[in-house]
């Protein structure tokens, strides 16, 4: 049966989570989004990777955000990732100061994708770590997982989610130590060595 009723499912435009891409790496982006440290932090890590389908082809169109504690574990409750002029509308970015956790970053042609943050802080019995939430074509559902930076291996150990998994799964949540204060993280979407993805209920 067909409906002309404007009100009805037919009659809505689509929405992100109905849109096969190649969408999320021209439309959510914003300037700065990978930048989330404030200018010359001595906390500040680069954490980067390569996003690949389950064939191990990289997706050049992928969008990951990535959100974190500061050093102290808390989250912060500030405003200024997206920050635009009252007057002009004009996109004015982060204020250079404030750490707002959060940040958007695009993969480029071979998949690749980085943020600059703050290396996080312990929260509860959990291991330090950042959430992550990816948007690729193919996904009508965005996936979520976690980074979890190597340092501490006995939070490590000890922390809930990492526990529940045997050490191949558990190796695809934490990153590997580079030079330079980086660190690689990779998200493999399906297929051998798949990321450990969650979801929230």
């Known amino acids: 049966m067909t409906t002309t009723d404007p009100s009805g499912p037919q009659g809505l435009p689509p929405t992100p989570s109905h849109t096969v891409g190649p969408f999320y790496g021209y439309a959510l982006p914003f300037p700065g989004g990978e930048e989330i440290a404030p200018l010359g932090h001595p906390d500040t890590v680069t954490v980067h990777g390569y996003v690949t389908d389950g064939a191990g082809r990289p ?3 992928a969008l990951i ?3 974190g504690p500061g050093p102290d574990g808390a989250l912060p409750a500030v405003d200024g990732s997206m920050r635009r002029d009252a007057a002009s509308g004009g996109f004015l970015g982060r204020n250079g100061v404030e750490f707002t956790g959060f940040g958007r970053s695009r993969t480029d042609a071979d998949g ?8 996080p802080g312990a929260r509860g019995r959990n291991a330090p770590y950042l959430s992550v939430c990816v948007f690729a074509r ?3 559902v965005h996936l979520f997982t976690r980074i979890y930076l190597p340092g501490d291996d006995a939070a490590l150990a000890a922390d809930p989610l990492l526990a529940r998994l045997d050490g191949a799964r558990r190796g695809t949540l ?3 130590r580079e030079s330079g204060g980086a660190y ?3 998200i493999r979407l399906q297929g051998e060595g798949e990321t450990v993805f969650l979801e929230f209920r």
Do not use: S
């Open 184 to 186: 690689r993280f990779d």
């Open 138 to 140: 193919g996904l009508l």
């Open 59 to 61: 997706l050049p169109d």
């Open 112 to 119: 690749h994708w980085y943020t600059r943050t703050l290396r």
């Open 174 to 176: 934490v990153a590997v």
């Open 65 to 67: 955000e990535v959100w």
